[in-house]
């Protein structure tokens, strides 16, 4: 069974910094594609970004894009958001979950996500 | 960008009566690519269907997707308590992957 398990959420200030893990078990990590989705309060979904499976192939929102990097340590199985220059509006929950592909996907598997609060 | 709208709103159900939830696309969306969720309160979206039509290991047959180009749909039979959720599509057939602003099911 696929098991998604994200951390590193709390409260950082207005352009601060945080970086959020998704440990993941119960499937073959290193061949899969994964993603980041976030929702702010009472809000939609908000995809944010997508990693090949072997890191090399990146891509991102634009509204997230020279702030966010994502990355994966397939050695750890864990997923990786670092988010750096914090606005209020990235206040959300923030999911990880498996993609089948890379670039453009549907989101297969979906962790219990990890709320980052930015408020001064 | 592809933008997608979602409608109704908000739909309230008796246990027992189908439900048919729309999405229409800004462009046509290639190859299917549609996907539904479902997200209960308090938790995870859940994945319903991709393809536009295939639904997803587990996901009972009384949830069933259908649509090309710009217009899909999602109908639900035989509704039970338990499908009080927020019902999301989204679209990946172009970047950026855009979701719908979704349709909430409420029990009349």
């Known amino acids: 069974e696929v098991h998604l398990l994200e951390s590193g959420g709390g409260l950082a200030q207005p352009g601060g910094s945080l970086r959020l893990s998704c440990a993941a078990s119960g499937f073959s990590f290193s061949f899969s594609a994964m993603t980041w989705v976030r929702q702010a309060p009472r809000k939609g979904l908000e995809w944010v970004a997508n990693?090949?499976?072997?890191?090399?192939?990146?891509y991102y929102a634009d509204s997230v894009k020279g702030r966010f990097t994502i990355s994966r340590d397939n050695s750890k199985n864990t997923l990786y958001l670092q988010m750096n220059n914090l606005r209020a509006e990235d206040t959300a929950v923030y999911y990880c979950?498996?993609?089948?592909?890379?670039?453009?996907?549907?989101?297969?598997?979906w962790g219990l996500g990890t709320l980052v609060t930015v408020s001064s | 960008e592809i933008v997608l709208t979602q409608s109704p709103g908000t739909l309230s159900f008796s246990p027992g009566e189908g439900a048919t939830l729309s999405c229409r696309a800004s462009?046509?969306?290639?190859?299917?690519?549609l996907a539904w969720y479902q997200q209960k309160p308090g938790q995870a979206p859940r994945l319903l269907v991709y393809g536009a039509s295939t639904r997803a290991t587990g996901i009972p047959d009384r949830f069933s997707g259908s649509g090309s180009g710009t217009d899909f749909s999602l109908t639900i039979s035989r509704l039970e308590p338990a499908d009080l959720a927020v019902y999301y599509c989204?679209?990946?057939?172009?970047?950026?992957?855009?979701f719908g602003q979704g349709t909430r099911l409420d029990i009349k």
């Open positions: 990693i090949g499976s072997s890191g090399e192939a990146t």
């Open positions: 462009q046509s969306v290639s190859s299917y690519s």
């Open positions: 989204q679209q990946y057939g172009s970047s950026p992957m855009t």
């Open positions: 979950a498996t993609s089948t592909w890379a670039m453009t996907s549907y989101f297969g598997s």
